[in-house]
Antibody
């Protein structure tokens, strides 16, 4: 079975960085890209970026450019999202999901709550 | 950038048909994917490529896409269908766009 298992909740101070992991299993890791999405409390889904697990090439939403880095480690079938210079409005649940380019996000991680608080 | 517009809420009686729309410029030329999200859960893909149902999704769920509007239809709505629904497309082959979401109340 396909599983995407994310790391646990994080509490960070403003200005700090957070790194969330997404461990994939049950399928060939390099065939599907990994997409990162976040959802602030009571809000909708917001795309952060995606990474090709085939060649490691990332694409980021313009609003996160310069603050986020996506990586994928094929040896451990784990993707990571690092978000820097955290602000209070970065408080959200962060999800990873897999997809083929152009396709639907068919499997999702359970989500990781990141709380930014002083 | 490309924008997908959804009505914030739709209300339907049990057993009736719910239609949730997603509007975007020439969205009919793109593949639209739909997600159901219940409180505290990750989104669930319910329709892919405009009208394909992933394994395990009831036949009550269907989708269509033409012109500037994509539609998710749920026939014989049940209480368990109450959730937020999001449409999604890929824009310029590298960017993922979500609609703002529609809260379905049964």
């Amino acid at each position: 079975q396909v599983h995407l298992v994310q790391s646990g909740p994080e509490v960070k101070k403003p200005g700090a960085s957070v790194k969330v992991s997404c461990k994939a299993s049950g399928y060939s890791f390099i065939i599907y890209g990994i997409i990162w999405v976040r959802q602030a409390p009571g809000r909708g889904l917001e795309w952060i970026g995606w990474i090709s697990t085939h060649n490691g090439s990332p694409n980021y939403d313009q609003q996160f450019h310069g603050r986020v880095t996506l990586t994928a480690d094929t040896s451990t079938t784990t993707a990571h999202m690092e978000l820097r210079s955290l602000r209070y409005d970065d408080t959200a649940t962060y999800f990873c999901a897999r997809a083929l380019v152009g396709g639907g996000l068919d499997y999702w991680g359970q989500g990781t709550l990141v709380t930014v608080s002083s | 950038s490309y924008v997908l517009t959804q009505s914030p809420s739709v209300s339907v009686a049990p057993g009736r048909t719910a239609r949730i729309t997603c509007m975007g410029n020439n969205i009919g030329t793109k593949s639209v994917h739909w997600y159901q999200q219940k409180p505290g859960q990750a989104p669930l893909l319910v329709i892919s490529y405009d009208s394909d149902r992933p394994s395990g999704i009831p036949e009550r769920f269907s989708g269509s896409n033409s012109g500037n509007t994509a539609t998710l239809s749920i026939v014989r709505v049940e209480a368990g269908d109450e959730a937020d629904y999001y449409c999604q497309v890929w824009h310029t082959s590298s960017n993922v766009i979500f609609g703002g979401g529609t809260k379905l109340t049964v």
